[in-house]
Structures are given as structure tokens and as C-alpha cells.
């Protein structure tokens, strides 16, 4: 390609293929091997317990939901716990022919949940499960131990997929 330019001629040149500008094709193999072998796909979990909120913070840091009660009310925004503040996991058969698990939360989990449950005793909190209610707890006391119970509501399927992606408390020789 040529461009005039007062009265001068630049070239600009063209780049070679990227077969022919590849200096480590071994490299680049390897690569694309990683990229697209991995084996089976770990099953997605997406865990969060919400505070309960207030209308006046709506609609920035608060939506409106209903809870598994029918209750109206808002829940905070942001996530008090994530599936990233799991540890390791407890699961159980709950009376209702549910299933139930408890969560051991990590150091900066443990914290987060100690500091909102010595502050809003008598709140809701509402754990959501892939983008489902599964449970509606209320503080009544400060948790200080880290550990979570969702009491009810998960089934198998949902069971698996957590024993799945974090060790069960009590076991050995399972990992992340």
C-alpha cells in the first residue's frame, strides 16, 4: 500500500502471516492443548445470603423480593456471603424430605457473618441457590463459630453439585 503525501511516497509494509511470524509453534501447540483440554466441567455453584434491608435504601442497595413466607421486603444488594467465603460443607436430610447442608466459611467469611449477626439480631437473612430461595434464616443470636445451617429446601441434584466443589467436613482427601 501506497500513500501520497506531499509530494513523497511512504510504504507501508505489510505483515507477514501469522504461520510464518510464529517463531515457536511448539509453544503455541501446548497452549491451545491447555486451552482446550481440562476434562469435565466442574458443576457451576452459585451461593449467596443476603441481608435483610431497608426501603429507604431501594432501589442503589436494596431490591424488593418476597420471601418464602410471602413476606414483602427488601434485600441488600450485595451479597453478605458468597460461594468464595465456603470452606467446606455439611450436607444433611432435612425433616421435610428436603435436603439441608451447613457451610464452614473461611476466616474472612467467619468475620463478615459474626459482625452483621452482632449487629441486626432479629433480621433475615435469604440464601439463594443458582439464582433459587432455598431458605430464609433469621439472626437470633451472634454466630462466632463460622458455620451456616441451611436448614432446608436444597434438593439432591443441588446436594451433589456442592459436595462436588468443596470438601465435606469430616472427610479426608477431598479438595477444592
Known sequence: MRF??????????????????????????CTAALLCTGGAKKPTVELRI??????????????????LNGRETFLSRMPLITQREI???FP??????SQGVYLKLDNHGS?????HTM????????????????SNLVVDRPVNDGIVSIPRGLDSAEV???TAAYPVIGQSGKKR
Open 4 to 29: 501520497k503525501r506531499a509530494a513523497r511516497t511512504v510504504a507501508i509494509p505489510r505483515a507477514p502471516p501469522l504461520l510464518v511470524r510464529m517463531r515457536h509453534p511448539f509453544l503455541f501447540l
Open 160 to 162: 451433589e453439585m456442592l
Open 111 to 115: 468475620g463478615l457473618l459474626k459482625q
Open 87 to 89: 470452606h467446606s460443607v
Open 50 to 67: 443476603h441481608g435483610e434491608g431497608i426501603a429507604a435504601e431501594a432501589p442503589t442497595f436494596a431490591f424488593p423480593s418476597t420471601l
Open 119 to 134: 449487629e441486626r439480631s432479629g433480621r433475615l437473612l435469604a440464601v439463594f441457590f443458582n439464582g433459587r430461595q432455598v
Open 92 to 97: 444433611f436430610a432435612a425433616a421435610d424430605g
